[in-house]
């Protein structure tokens, strides 16, 4: 059986990732998901502080090119100490 999914893709999709600020998550993060999709533009990538900048959520726009591509670049990032929360 076809997976009804696989034919949304190749999609633009949004990763979040969350974290404690003043860490290397921006850079940790940037190398878990360039592994997975390839070379990120700048423009792919936003950054918003908490309103106390204890935490830093960072926002990837990336091309996927299968459900099984995502389901990997979640389970690196979800396994990422520094990774508090992966949507």
Known sequence: MKDPLSEAFPAEFP??????????????????????MGPLAETAIR?????????????YTVLAASRTQLDALYRE??????????L
């Open 15 to 36: 990763i979040k990732v969350m974290g404690r600020a003043g860490s290397d998550l921006a850079v940790t993060a940037r190398a878990i998901v360039e592994n997975h």
């Open 47 to 59: 950054t918003r502080t908490s309103s106390d900048g204890n935490f830093v959520s960072l926002t």
């Open 77 to 86: 990032l979800s396994a990422c100490k520094l990774v508090l929360m992966a």
